[in-house]
């Protein structure tokens, strides 16, 4: 497969909200750039979400504070669709003097049965905290943190968009996919779609924090998909992948276009060598200084 010519600046988090087409202009497109074509809800109260701070990089100080509360495997079980995202409802009698927070309300088709209130689900590869549960309407509603939105392509979605929804492991669940905490390590840029028989070239653009953990034929998450990296080039800022039939048909990756951002999520594995190498040249330093 013919790499990228150009490199795009590194991704960063942005601090708005809530809009769409926050992303830094891209370099030209790639040569092979194209696009394929009960009533009452319940309602949990105080706790409004339970993502652990995002890491704004890979380091040894940052990897020993993540804390892992749930785990999933990658596996797409639905996609749901976003019924609303903003403030939540004004409880009766006023909010009081504390800023608002963010609502993600989700509509679903499977997840409600067996799902209950505090469960964490990833959404779009974010593990976030189910908040309120409305059987009637269908929905989960999760709280969302101002370093989320900020963090993670979910301060772009609006109502409408589809979204990968995936509930955390349980004891007696098959390990399909890879170790998935549902922690984004940053977001990255759709450079390119390329069909290949009836699959897909995916090519998307990283920061280096992030590029550096990724190997040939090691796993990746994308908006919480499992995938098998094919290539990297850390000196150009990109990364591909293929998409088979089944999983173009269970994802969101394939409605997407270029240029929109994906959630990602480095292996757990290759973050933890990061930390002990990096621990044995502080330590090698200090004893040669």
Not at 121 to 142: K, P, Q
């Amino acid at each position: 497969m013919a790499p990228p010519p150009t490199a795009a600046a590194a991704v960063r988090c942005h601090p708005h909200i809530l809009r769409r087409g926050l992303l830094p202009a891209s370099s030209p497109l790639l040569p092979f750039a194209s696009r394929l074509a009960s009533s009452t809800p319940l309602r949990a109260q105080p706790l409004r979400f339970s993502l652990s701070p995002v890491p704004k990089s890979i380091s040894s100080s940052s990897t020993s504070h993540i804390p892992v509360r749930s785990l999933f495997t990658g596996i797409v079980e639905e996609v749901g669709r976003v019924r609303r995202i903003g403030p939540p409802p004004t409880p009766p009698g006023g909010g009081g003097d504390a800023a608002p927070g963010v609502d993600l309300e989700v509509e679903t088709k499977n997840l409600l049965a067996g799902t209950q209130l505090g469960d964490s689900i990833a959404v779009d590869g974010t593990c976030l905290t189910v908040t309120a549960i409305d059987a009637a309407a269908s929905t989960l509603t999760f709280g969302v943190a101002p370093e989320t939105l900020r963090c993670t392509s979910l301060g772009e979605r609006v109502a409408s968009d589809d979204v990968n929804l995936e509930r955390a492991l349980t004891p007696a669940s098959r390990m399909g996919g890879h170790f998935v905490q549902g922690h984004v390590d940053g977001t990255g840029e759709i450079a390119a779609f390329r069909p290949e028989g009836d699959s897909i070239w995916v090519t998307v653009r990283a920061p280096p924090e992030i590029l550096s953990l990724l190997v040939p034929k090691g796993f990746v998450a994308v908006d919480g998909t499992s995938l098998t990296v094919v290539n990297v080039n850390e000196e150009a800022g990109w990364f591909d992948f293929m998409l088979v039939r089944y999983t173009q048909d269970n994802v969101v990756l394939p409605r997407k276009k270029v240029g929109d951002k994906v959630n990602l999520e480095a292996d757990i594995l290759g973050k933890y060598v990061v930390k002990l190498l990096a621990g044995r040249l502080e330590a090698t330093s200090k004893a040669n200084s």
